[in-house]
Structures are given as C-alpha cells and as structure tokens.
C-alpha cells in the first residue's frame, strides 16, 4: 500500500509585503519609528487626501485660497455597516470581519499575554510618531505578529469609515464609558451641533486656534478639523491622550504632525490673539487690597 502525503500547512501571508509572516519578520519591519506612517498616508491619499495637502500646506507656508479637505464623521462609526463602503473605499482598504469586534478582539487576546492596553497602543503610535518620541515596546512574538496583521488591517478599516471609533471601543471594553478620570463620551451628534454654534461661520476660520482642555478621545477636535487647523489639547488620562493622538493620525493629520506656525495666516492669528490678551491685562485694574482694622 502506497503512503499517505501529509498535506503541509501553509504559512500565514503577510498583506502588506506578501512574505510569510514570522516574529523575526514583524521585528525588521517595524524596527523605525513611523514604520506605519506611509501605510496611512498611502490609504488617505486614495480617500481624503488629507495628508498631502497638509504636507502642501506646510511647504508653502500660506494657506491661500485652498480649502480643508473634508470628511464625513460618522456619529457612531461601528454602526455602519462595511458592505456599505462606497466602491474606492471597498478597493483601497478592504473587507473583512466586523471592525469593533477585530480591534476590541485584539486588544483582549493581547491582554491574556499579558499586554495592557496603553502599552499595545504605544506599539501603533511608535510607527507614527517622529524618531526619538517612543521607544518601541517590547511585546511577546505572538502579540507582535498579531497586532502587525490584526491590529493594523482594523486600523486602515476605520479610515473608510471616519469617526469616533477609540470612544466604541472603549465604551465596550469599560461597559458604560466610566473610567478612573471620569471620563464619558461626548456623542457624535452632540459634538457635531457644538462645532455648529461655535465654530461655522461665514468668515475664513481655518487659521482659527480651537483648544479642548479635556478632549478625551479627540472628538471635538476631529469635528473641528473640518473648519480649523490650529488644534490643541490637554487630557489627565494618559489612555485618552494616546487614542486621541492615534485618531489625529488616521483622520486630521493637522493635530498632530507639523510646526503649525510655518503658515503665515496662523502666525498672524497668534498674534492677534496675544495682543488682544495684552490689551485685555492692561485694562483689567489692579485687585484692590483688604484694610485691616486695628483693634483699639
């Protein structure tokens, strides 16, 4: 009788470079900061184009006449579902299971091996970031090659759905959106109707300067990318600093890449500002001073 061929299991292939994908693999591509960086870049080139024209913007120096590329946040962007994605969307990111449940599963088998979640999201930020910014966290094999095939595929996915993804996902793994700071998140539709009153104007408010001084997830200041580029803000919570920066990243590249004074309109606009505080110190008088009454 003839010998049964034992069939040899092929190796999981690598969607980014096409090689078998091994931790050693993982390790040389992602060795440099902003290794991921022109993965991003090249999947919003295809859809917003966000990213090359705040590179433009920052050579020139003016902002001129041309106008903030716009995306359509989606209030709860887990809610859409991806066999909706408009054809381009479909060719340049892909399809695959649902979004939420790919990154939130990632981040729980990440868990079991010991990885907690801000160190996983220093991980994705270390190929973002300029060199000298993070160090690259040490992880297990298997969570590197994971996070390098999982981890990354659910990240370019969310770019084809723009919106508030970090508080969906957050919301499920804390179970009502509580954390240690106190922090709760602010709802899309809200967000959006106070951009509105606030921000929209007939006027040219793109060198306008937009501060969150508790922005949690980033919301506000990705709404506020629609209208101005001079964003900023603060968080206590160390987690919500680093989804914000991860979703500036994937969505308004102005919050957290470039010197923003390069361009002369928000040069100008600072400086405004500052001479207006100046002038509101000078009025404001001197606090006047309690008398003491001596006893008698």
């Known amino acids: ?74 209030p709860q962007p887990s809610t859409q579902n991806s066999t909706n994605y408009e054809a381009r969307f479909k060719d340049v990111v892909g399809s695959g299971p649902d979004i939420k449940k790919q990154f939130i599963n990632v981040i729980n088998r990440a868990r079991l091996e010991g990885v907690e979640l801000r160190t996983l999201l220093d991980w994705f930020l270390f190929g973002l970031e300029p ?17 390098y095939q999982e981890g990354t595929q659910a990240l370019c996915r969310m770019m084809g759905i723009p919106g508030d993804w970090a508080a969906d996902i957050m919301c499920e793994l804390i179970d009502g959106g509580k954390t240690g700071t106190a922090w709760f998140p602010t709802p899309g539709s ?67 890449y470039g010197d923003k004074t390069r361009i002369k309109e928000i040069r100008e606009n600072r400086a405004k500002n500052a001479a207006k505080q100046l002038r509101k110190k000078k009025r404001r008088p001197p606090p006047k001073r309690a008398k003491l009454k001596r006893k008698s």
């Open 1 to 74: 009788m003839g010998q049964v061929k034992k069939k040899r299991r092929k190796k999981k292939v690598d969607p980014h470079h096409m090689k078998p994908t091994t931790a050693k693999h993982v390790r040389e591509q992602t060795a440099d900061s902003m290794w991921l960086l022109p993965h991003i870049q090249g999947i919003d080139t295809a859809l917003t184009g966000r990213w090359v024209w705040w590179y433009e913007r920052l050579m020139d120096g003016e902002l001129a006449d041309h106008q903030i590329p716009q995306i359509d946040l989606r």
């Open 131 to 147: 060199p000298g910014t993070l160090e690259r966290p040490k992880l297990p094999d298997a969570v590197e090659v994971m996070l």
């Open 190 to 256: 809200l967000t959006q109707a106070m951009t509105q009153m606030t921000i929209m104007s007939d006027k040219d408010v793109r060198a306008k300067s937009v501060n969150d001084p508790c922005f949690g997830t980033g919301v506000m200041l990705l709404y506020a990318s629609n209208h101005c580029l001079d964003l900023s803000g603060q968080d206590i919570d160390p987690l919500m600093v680093r989804w914000c920066k991860l979703q500036g990243y994937l969505f308004a590249p102005w919050m957290v």
